[in-house]
C-alpha cells in the first residue's frame, strides 16, 4: 500500500499552473462538451495535489469512463518515491482508480490515466510500458499524444532562434520579407465569428488534404469565448488565442494555442494549398512562440509527432516541422487503464474496431 487519500473538492475556476488539461478551466471546457466534471484532491504523505477527473456515458449510457489526463504528475510521482518502477506505477494507480470509485457512476467500468511520466527515449518508454503489471493496463488507444517536443522560453529570443536550424530561421525571414501578415484574436479589427469562419475553413481544406479528424466549428468557437469570458472577469485561467497568416488577401494558414503560466501549447493547426513557398506556418509558430514568452510561460509544447526520425512514418514531415524549432524531445508513458467491471474487456474490443476503422480503414477510403 502506497497510501493514497483522495476526497472530492468544490469546483473553483482559477488556476493557471500546471499542464492544461489540469487547469479547472480545461475542465470546464469540456464538461460544455459531453464530458462529466470532477475536481478531486489527492494526499500522499502530508502533500496535497488537485486534479481533474472526466466521465463519459458511451453506448446510450449503458456504460461510462473516468479520465484522468496527465495526471498523476511529475511531483505526484516524486512523492510517491517512484522512479519509472513499472510494479509501484500500477499499484499507485490501482490505489488511484480504488479512492475515486466512490465518486464515479456505479456504469463506469475503468479508470483511464494519461500520466505524466516521462522518458528519454521512445525506447526506454516502450520498455517501462511493457513490464507496467495488472490490474493497470496499457490501452491500444491513447487518448493524448505520448510524443512531443517542447521549447524552453526562459531562454531570449536571440537563444531561441539560434537554437532553431538554420533552414527553420531562414524560413521566418523568408515569410517576413514576402510579406505574410500575423493577425491574432483579439488583438486586431476582425471579430471572433470572422476569426473563426477562417479558420474552419483552413481546416476542412486540412482535413480533406492530410485526413486529420476535426471538430464541429462551435467547439473551436466555444473555447476562444470562454477563456475570453473569463479573462474579462479577471479570473485566472489561461489565455487561447487564434492566429491566422495572410498574404495579399488570402488565408494561408492558423494554429489555435493556450498559454499558462506555466506551458504555452499548439493546439490546433491547419494550412491552404496555396501559396505554401512563402512558409506561412513558420511565422506563425515563432510569433506564437514570441507571444508566449512575453505572456510569462516557462515552455511552448508542439503537442504530438511520431516518436522517431522515420522517414517511412507517414507523419513523417510533422516529425521534422515541429523538431526544426530546437525543443527537446519527450515520450510519456501514454494511457492506462485501471478496470473496474468485467464487461471493461468487451469495451476494450469494441473500442480497437473502432480505432482500427478510422486509423486504418476509413483514412485509406478518404485518402483515394
Not at 511520466?117 to 491513447?142: C, G, H, M, Q
Not at 495572410?246 to 489555435?256: F, P, Q, S, V, Y
Not at 473500442?351 to 478518404?366: C, G, M, P, S
Request: hydrophobic share 40%; charged share 25%.
Amino acid at each position: 500500500m502506497i497510501g493514497v487519500k483522495v476526497q472530492k473538492i468544490d469546483f473553483s475556476i482559477n488556476g493557471n499552473q500546471g499542464s492544461f488539461l489540469q487547469t479547472p478551466f480545461w475542465g470546464l471546457f469540456k464538461s460544455r462538451h459531453g464530458w462529466s466534471l470532477i475536481r478531486a484532491r489527492a494526499e500522499l504523505f502530508s502533500k496535497t495535489f488537485d486534479f481533474t477527473v472526466l466521465v463519459r456515458s458511451f453506448a446510450k449510457g449503458f456504460f461510462s469512463l473516468a479520465y484522468v489526463p496527465l495526471f498523476p504528475n511529475e511531483e505526484f510521482f516524486k512523492a510517491a518515491g517512484l522512479s519509472a518502477d513499472p510494479e509501484k506505477f500500477s499499484l499507485l494507480l490501482k490505489e488511484l482508480s480504488g479512492a475515486l470509485k466512490a465518486f464515479l457512476p456505479k456504469n463506469a467500468i475503468c479508470v483511464r490515466f494519461d500520466p505524466q511520466l516521462e522518458f528519454s527515449s521512445p525506447e526506454e518508454r516502450d520498455a517501462f510500458d511493457k513490464n507496467v503489471p495488472p490490474p493497470a493496463k496499457k490501452s491500444k488507444v491513447d487518448i493524448q499524444p505520448p510524443d512531443t517536443t517542447i521549447l524552453d522560453l526562459t531562454r531570449t529570443e536571440e537563444e531561441i532562434l539560434a537554437g532553431m536550424k538554420s533552414k527553420w530561421r531562414y524560413n521566418v525571414n523568408l515569410a517576413k520579407k514576402k510579406g505574410v501578415q500575423i493577425e491574432k484574436v483579439p488583438q486586431n479589427g476582425l471579430n471572433l465569428y470572422d476569426f473563426v469562419d477562417i479558420f474552419y475553413d483552413l481546416y476542412k481544406i486540412t482535413s480533406s488534404r492530410d485526413g486529420i479528424a476535426m471538430h464541429s466549428k462551435s467547439y473551436y468557437l466555444d473555447l476562444l469565448e470562454l477563456s475570453q469570458e473569463e479573462l474579462k472577469k479577471e479570473n485566472d485561467v489561461p489565455q487561447v488565442s487564434l492566429y491566422v497568416a495572410k498574404h495579399e488577401g488570402d488565408n494561408l494558414g492558423a494554429i489555435m494555442t493556450l498559454f499558462s503560466k506555466t506551458q504555452s501549447v499548439y493546439l490546433y493547426g491547419c494550412s491552404s494549398n496555396i501559396k505554401r513557398n512563402l512558409m506561412p506556418n513558420f511565422l506563425l509558430q515563432w510569433t506564437a512562440m514570441s507571444d508566449a514568452k512575453a505572456y510569462g510561460s516557462l515552455s511552448y509544447d508542439m503537442y504530438g509527432m511520431p516518436p522517431t526520425d522515420d522517414p517511412g512514418h507517414p507523419m513523417h514531415g510533422l516529425y521534422q516541422f515541429k523538431t526544426g524549432f530546437g525543443g527537446r524531445n519527450v515520450h510519456r508513458a501514454g494511457s492506462f487503464d485501471v478496470p473496474l467491471k468485467a464487461v471493461y474487456n468487451l469495451c476494450v474490443l469494441a473500442e480497437d474496431a473502432r480505432a482500427f476503422w478510422h486509423k486504418k480503414i476509413l483514412k485509406k477510403i478518404r485518402g483515394r
